[in-house]
C-alpha cells in the first residue's frame, strides 16, 4: 500500500543461515548471487533494461532519536542502519527483500515493477552500503515489461529455490517468476490463487508472502495475507495455497495495524511486520510473533508484540522484512522501508538482532 506523510511535520510536533524461507544456503545464494549480464546505463524512471546503477549510504549510528545510546527496543538490538538514496530516478518504492544465507546478497523490488539486486557491504556487524546494485523490469510471459500491461503495485515477495513469487496488489494476482531462466531476465506466469483473492479491496490486498519449505507441518504452502482485507469479524484475511492443508484463515487485527510484510524463521515461528498511519498519532510499527503451528484453515491466529517503534525512532514506511542467521548463531533481521518517491520520506535499511 502507498502511504504518504510528513515526517517533518509529525517528528516537529511529537538452522545457520536460514530467512524467510529457511532455504539450504547453496540454493539461496545461488538464486541471489547469479551474476546478470553486462549492464546497460539507467536514463528512464520506469526502467525498462537492466542497468547498473550507484546507491549512495548515509549511516544511522542509532535508532532511538532522543536518546543515542539505547540499542534494546523490545525483543530486538539495533545493529546499524542506512538511508539509502541514489541519482537514478528509478530507486525507491521499495516494497520488500529476501537475502542470502549470508545477508549480504539481495533482491529487492519497487511497487513500480522494478526489480534490485545487489550485495550489502558490511564493516564487522555493521552495514556500510550497498555495492553492485542492478536495476532491471519485471518482465512478463511475452517478455514486456509488467507495466506495459498495467500492472505494478508489486508489494510482496516469496522464494522457494530458484522460484520467485510476486504478489501485485491492486490486480490482486501473484506472479511466478523462475529465477534459474535468467535471473531477473526471467518472465513472470501468473500463479493461480483462491478465487476469493480476486474479491480482496482495491489497495489493500497481498501485502506478504512466505513459501514453508522442507522440515515444517505446512511444507509446500504459500502463506498469502492480505494488507487490510477484513473477514466479518474485523480481522485480516489470509490464505494457505497449496500444501497439505489449503484453505483460508485470519490474522487478528489491532489497535489498527496492518500487515506490511512476513518472516518465517528456523524456529518455526512466523514473524509479521505491522504498520499503521493516522493524522493524529503519525505513523507506528510493529513486529508480532505467530506460531507456525497455529496456522490452519479456518483458524484465527494471533501472538504478541516483540517490537514497537515510531517516529520517536528512525522509521520511515516500513514495508519489507527478511532474517538470516550468523555463523556466531545470532538471528538478524533486516527491514526496508517505501520511500513512495516522495522527496519527504527515506528509504531506510535496518537491522537489528533478535534477542531472547
Known amino acids: 500500500m502507498r502511504e504518504t506523510f510528513s515526517r517533518r511535520r509529525f517528528l516537529g510536533t511529537t538452522a545457520a ?32 533494461t537492466p542497468a547498473s546503477i550507484e546507491v549512495r549510504a548515509r549511516p544511522l549510528p542509532s535508532f532511538d532519536n532522543s536518546d543515542h545510546s539505547r540499542v534494546r527496543f523490545g525483543k530486538l538490538e539495533y545493529r546499524s542502519g542506512l538511508v539509502l538514496t541514489s541519482a537514478f530516478q528509478g530507486f525507491g518504492g521499495l516494497s520488500g527483500l529476501r537475502l542470502d544465507a549470508k545477508g549480504e546478497r539481495f533482491i529487492s ?70 529465477f534459474s531462466k535468467g535471473f531477473t531476465r526471467s518472465r513472470g ?36 495475507i492480505s494488507e487490510r482485507g477484513l473477514d466479518p469479524q474485523g480481522n485480516l484475511i489470509a490464505f494457505l495455497v497449496g500444501g497439505p492443508t489449503p484453505g483460508q484463515f485470519s490474522v487478528r487485527r489491532t489497535e489498527s495495524f496492518d500487515v506490511s510484510d512476513a518472516v518465517l524463521l528456523p524456529s518455526g515461528e512466523l514473524l509479521l511486520l505491522e504498520r499503521k498511519f493516522s493524522l ?33 525512532q528512525e522509521i520511515d514506511n516500513m514495508e519489507g522484512i527478511d532474517a538470516h542467521v550468523t555463523p556466531e548463531g545470532d538471528t538478524v533481521l533486516t527491514m526496508v522501508s517505501d520511500d513512495n518517491f516522495s522527496l519527504i520520506q527515506r528509504t531506510l535499511l535496518l537491522q537489528f538482532a533478535l534477542v531472547e
Open 280 to 312: 493524529l498519532a503519525g505513523i507506528g510499527i510493529r513486529i508480532r510473533r505467530i506460531a507456525l503451528n497455529s496456522i490452519m484453515p479456518g483458524a484465527v491466529v494471533d501472538g504478541p508484540s516483540i517490537f514497537d517503534a515510531d517516529l520517536g
Open 109 to 178: 523490488f519497487s511497487d513500480k515493477g522494478s526489480w534490485f539486486t545487489g550485495r550489502i557491504v558490511y564493516s564487522g556487524r555493521a552495514m556500510t552500503g550497498l555495492d553492485d546494485v542492478e536495476a532491471a523490469p519485471m518482465l512478463g510471459p511475452d517478455g514486456r515489461p509488467i507495466t506495459a500491461h498495467g500492472m505494478f503495485d508489486s508489494e510482496s515477495i516469496a522464494l522457494d529455490g530458484s522460484i520467485v513469487y510476486i504478489g501485485l496488489e491492486r490486480v490482486n494476482k501473484v506472479l511466478r517468476f523462475d
Open 17 to 48: 543461515g536460514l530467512s524467510t524461507l529457511a532455504l539450504p544456503a547453496g540454493s539461496r545464494a545461488q538464486l541471489a548471487t547469479q551474476p546478470p549480464p553486462k549492464p546497460l546505463p539507467p536514463d528512464e524512471h520506469y526502467v525498462a
Open 189 to 224: 506466469e501468473e500463479f493461480p490463487m483462491p478465487p476469493a483473492v480476486k474479491k480482496l479491496p482495491f489497495n489493500k490486498g497481498l501485502e506478504a508472502l512466505v513459501f514453508v519449505p522442507k522440515g515444517f507441518a505446512l511444507a509446500g504452502t504459500l502463506i498469502a
